[in-house]
């Protein structure tokens, strides 16, 4: 299983970004997908995450109404769109395939497979 996350850049605070996530060798439309980032000098922290047909998110609340999470199982890619970013958004921003179908598993550990990260950085 390979996870390649990719979108990331700098960015002033308020702009949008998107990142991408692509998976392969496997299936994984029957999985929960999600993203985690880390900022610098903190732990890793969950964002968002997808159920395995895309119909069901749940978000963390430093997100919540600003970034949406998608995905395409026709294309094994799992999207994260961000808007209003702010400086506290900065961070390597990971993609993980989830051990569940459900997207209510967010934890570390609920994830098998992680993608190598892409940074996001929004200047103020």
């Known amino acids: 299983v390979q996870l390649q996350a990719f979108g990331g850049g700098l960015v002033q605070a308020g702009d949008s970004l998107r990142l991408s996530c692509a998976a392969s060798?496997?299936?994984?439309?029957?999985?929960?997908m999600g993203w985690f980032r880390q900022a610098p000098g903190k732990e890793r922290e969950f964002v968002a995450t997808i159920n395995y047909s895309g119909g069901s998110t749940t978000y963390a609340d430093s997100v919540k109404g600003r970034f949406t999470i998608s995905r395409d199982n026709a294309k094994n890619t799992v999207y994260l769109q961000m808007a209003s970013l702010k400086p506290e958004d900065t961070a390597v921003y990971y993609c993980?395939?989830?051990?569940?179908?459900?997207?209510?598993?967010?934890?570390?550990?609920?994830?098998?497979?992680w993608g190598q990260g892409t940074l996001v950085t929004v200047s103020s």
């Open positions: 993980a395939v989830s051990r569940y179908s459900s997207d209510y598993h967010y934890t570390e550990r609920a994830f098998l497979s």
């Open positions: 060798g496997g299936t994984f439309s029957n999985l929960a």
